[in-house]
């Protein structure tokens, strides 16, 4: 019988090949799949989760019976797998937001989480979903204005992003918050923090005048 350390090293392997064979994708999900409810150790979950989240892109359909598996690491005490969770429920939900809306609770309520990486793997998770659902957060972009003072530089780096997003489709919801991205792409302390503010407002003002 070969060590444990061993088939763990055979199954990520495994999930690397699977990886750089998109053709192979669609058959291999549920053995991609079957990886979060096994006795592996964190790297193989955590790859098998970003995986799933590439495939659910590509195949909505076929991901359906495992989204409820991947989300419920969103909830889970290792926060490489909650980050990793987020990314795959935000690929998915870019796919088709009816999959993912059961549990957008629940990814809400990673903004408030202690791993910066988290919290920022959160905010990339629902520019994905709302690139082609931005009405789910157009009520929530409160949200993500706090997000731009979070105390991880690169959750306040990210957060503009998600008004880029919105302010493309639904700029009459960025339109309130010009004003004051305006302020932080003019004096906000971080290069990156200011480029992206300015980015949200010539994207929302684009669209505001294309209306």
Request: aromatic share 6%.
């Amino acid at each position: 019988m070969k060590p444990v350390d061993s088939l763990n090293d055979e199954t990520l392997n495994e999930l690397r090949d699977i990886t750089k064979n998109k053709e192979t994708w669609k058959d291999n999900i549920d053995d991609v799949a079957s990886k979060l409810n096994g006795n592996y150790p964190i790297a193989v979950k955590a790859k098998a989760l970003w995986l799933l989240g590439e495939m659910g892109l590509k195949y909505p359909t076929e991901i359906e019976g495992h989204v409820g598996d991947i989300a419920g690491y969103l909830e889970d005490d290792n926060s490489k797998l909650r980050e990793r969770s987020a990314n795959a429920i935000g690929r998915i939900g870019r796919a088709d937001k009816n999959l993912i809306i059961p549990h957008l609770d629940r990814l809400m309520a990673m903004r408030s989480d202690e791993s910066q990486n988290v919290r920022h793997a959160f905010i990339w998770a629902c520019e994905n979903i709302a690139t082609n659902a931005p009405e789910l957060f157009c009520e929530k972009l409160e949200i993500f204005f706090d997000m731009i003072s979070d105390p991880g530089e690169k959750v306040r780096i990210e957060a503009p992003e998600m008004f880029r997003v919105i302010g493309k489709s639904k700029p009459e919801y960025v339109k309130p918050y010009l004003e004051k991205l305006e302020w932080i792409s003019e004096n906000d302390e971080n290069k990156v923090v200011r480029i992206h503010s300015a980015g949200a407002i010539r994207a929302t003002e684009k669209a505001l005048k294309n209306r």
